[in-house]
C-alpha cells in the first residue's frame, strides 16, 4: 500500500507564490508518474501537471508559465511551486502517484494512490 500526503496550502493574496509538497511513502514501491489535479468548490477535479520518472512533464494551459513541477525521485516527493497565483486557482490540491505493481509472478498492474489534498486560498 502507498501512502500519499500533501503539504503546503494556505491562503495568499493574487499575485503571492505558495510551493506544495507530496510525498509518498510505502515498501517497495515504483512511481512511473506523480501529478497535481485541483479541484474548486462545484467544479469536477482537473488536471494541474504531471511528472514521468523520467522527468517528462505536462501541465494545464491556465498554469503555463507560472506554476513549476518538479520532483525528487530518491525522496519519493512532488513539489509544486505556484506564482503569480489568482484567486481562480482557489481549490483543494490534490496529488496522485501512479505506481508500477507486480501481480502474481509475472504480471503488473498500474495503480492511482491519491492524497487528502491540501487547500488553497488566493485572496482577490
Known amino acids: 500500500q502507498v501512502q500519499v500526503a500533501e503539504s503546503g496550502g494556505g491562503l495568499v493574496q493574487a499575485g503571492g507564490s505558495l510551493r506544495l509538497s507530496c510525498v509518498a511513502s510505502g515498501e517497495d514501491i515504483y512511481i512511473s508518474e506523480m501529478g497535481w489535479y485541483r479541484q474548486a468548490p462545484g467544479k469536477e477535479r482537473e488536471l494541474v501537471a504531471t511528472?514521468?520518472?523520467?522527468?517528462?512533464?505536462n501541465q494545464a494551459d491556465s498554469v503555463k508559465g507560472r506554476f513549476t513541477i518538479s520532483s525528487d525521485n530518491a525522496k519519493n516527493t512532488l513539489y509544486l511551486q505556484m506564482n503569480r497565483l489568482k484567486p481562480e486557482g482557489t481549490a483543494v490540491y490534490y496529488c496522485?502517484?501512479?505506481?508500477?505493481?507486480?501481480?502474481?509472478?509475472?504480471?503488473?498492474?498500474?495503480?492511482?494512490?491519491w492524497g487528502q489534498g491540501t487547500q488553497v486560498t488566493v485572496s482577490s
Open positions: 511528472i514521468t520518472s523520467t522527468g517528462t512533464t
Open positions: 496522485k502517484v501512479r505506481c508500477l505493481e507486480p501481480v502474481g509472478e509475472s504480471d503488473t498492474r498500474y495503480a492511482n494512490y
